[in-house]
């Protein structure tokens, strides 16, 4: 990757600040009424203490909105893309039985305001207005005052979000789903190589990693052989078997569910 110079030893990611529990979407309980990415969810996080992961989608002009589908169907009272509705349209949604209206990214950071670390997931379901998006998130996250990461699992919005964005960490997620079916059993070598295929997308000047949970243990190796030992956040940890996984090899988890 080209371009982010000196700014670059600036975006290293804060661990004191960062590695702790991170609450998947906010601190949310379908069965209580607290939805995913919404202010009840991230408040009550808050009061926790925890860090939050959330999800941007963008609106038809590329404004964030703090949502994780591409489409509106699962969650709210209306249908089709999120990036197929304007700013003004997205903001008088609610969530299905509920008041509770969709934040963009500029309602969730003064929602925040700094009191826990924010782990920021760009998604790639942004359609044309892909430019203006990351723009838009690039700019809001240089102004935030608040602890904030931004991540994705295109490796180009990483490389881009670092050059807009210099002085905020990023980080590439990973998924097993993204290696060849059958990785686990293939021979050591061959399984080594699909791994670092997979991890070496990053950027050169990533500043962390958020993989899945399955693949804790070799991410660990590879990073053992890479010059810098970088932090690893692992989602989705729900389970007591998750748990465990990512006590042994994770700095933090990306969990729900249950509480840390």
Not at 7 to 13: E, G, I, K, R, S
Not at 56 to 77: K, M, S, W
Not at 142 to 166: E, K, R, T
Request: charged share 20%; aromatic share 8%.
């Amino acid at each position: 990757m080209t371009g982010v110079g000196s700014d670059a030893a600036a975006a290293m990611l804060d661990r004191a600040v960062f590695l702790r529990p991170m609450a998947h979407r906010g601190l949310h309980a379908a069965a209580k009424g607290v939805i995913e990415n919404t202010a009840p969810a991230f408040l009550a996080a808050i009061a926790k203490g925890y860090g939050i992961e959330c999800d941007l989608q963008a609106a038809a002009d590329g404004t964030p909105f703090v949502f994780h589908d591409a489409t509106l169907d699962r969650l709210v009272d209306a249908t089709g893309a999120v990036a197929a509705r304007t700013p003004a349209n997205l903001a008088t949604l609610h969530y299905k039985d509920q008041k509770t209206r969709i934040l963009s990214f500029a309602e969730f950071l003064a929602l925040v305001a700094g009191r826990v670390p924010l782990l920021v997931e760009v998604k790639n379901g942004s359609g044309p207005a892909h430019a203006t998006f990351l723009e838009k998130i690039a700019a809001q996250a240089s102004s935030y005052a608040g602890p904030i990461a931004l991540m994705s699992f295109d490796a180009a919005f990483v490389a881009a979000l670092a050059n807009l964005a210099p002085r905020v960490p990023r980080g590439l997620i990973a998924g097993d789903e993204q290696i060849a079916k059958g990785w686990r059993t293939m021979p050591e070598p061959e399984k080594d190589a699909a791994v670092d295929a997979l991890l070496s997308r990053a950027p050169a000047d990533v500043s962390f990693y958020a993989v899945a949970w399955k693949m804790l243990p070799e991410t660990v190796a590879w990073m053992q052989r890479r010059p810098r030992r970088l932090p690893i956040f692992s989602w989705t940890i729900r389970t007591p078997e998750q748990r465990a996984l990512a006590a042994r090899w994770a700095d933090a988890p990306i969990f729900e569910t249950y509480e840390p």
